[in-house]
């Protein structure tokens, strides 16, 4: 059965675009952090971030920005927030890579998680960790 991502670039579920290309759709969330929250997915089926080829995320970052400025005028919002939920640990509700683009305004309600307190030493030993070589 396909994903309910997929179902829609299939047209078998209804979405209200905003912008669509030859590989990817823009659309509004149907439960939105504020008005105008849209969600930009690539057409073929990819999971989530490591999943999506490096040429489609490429081409996802400039189709990102526009829906974002499109998303920023129309909803005269004071800020923008662009998230990407990767596997349910994070978040990631629907098993299809996707974008948020999420009109802010002053006084919203929408609360940001916060940062933990971490020892230098700790931050130093995760930095040296992640400057290793990695496949």
Do not use: S
């Amino acid at each position: 059965m396909l994903c309910v991502f997929c179902q829609i670039v299939a047209g078998k579920i209804p979405a209200d675009k905003v912008l669509e290309t030859p590989d990817m759709i823009a659309f509004l969330d149907i439960k939105p952090i504020n008005l105008g929250h849209t969600l930009l997915i690539p057409k073929p089926h990819y999971e989530n971030l490591f999943d999506l080829p490096d040429k489609l995320l490429k081409e996802m970052a400039g189709t990102l920005k526009k829906v974002a400025k499109i998303v920023k005028e129309v909803t005269r919002a004071d800020g923008i927030n662009l998230a990407m939920n990767n596997l349910p640990a994070a978040g990631q509700l629907v098993p299809h890579a996707h974008f948020h683009i999420i009109p802010r305004f002053a006084n919203d309600g929408y609360v940001h998680w916060k940062g933990k307190n971490v020892a230098p030493h700790e931050l130093k030993e995760m930095a040296e960790k992640m400057r290793r070589p990695h496949e």
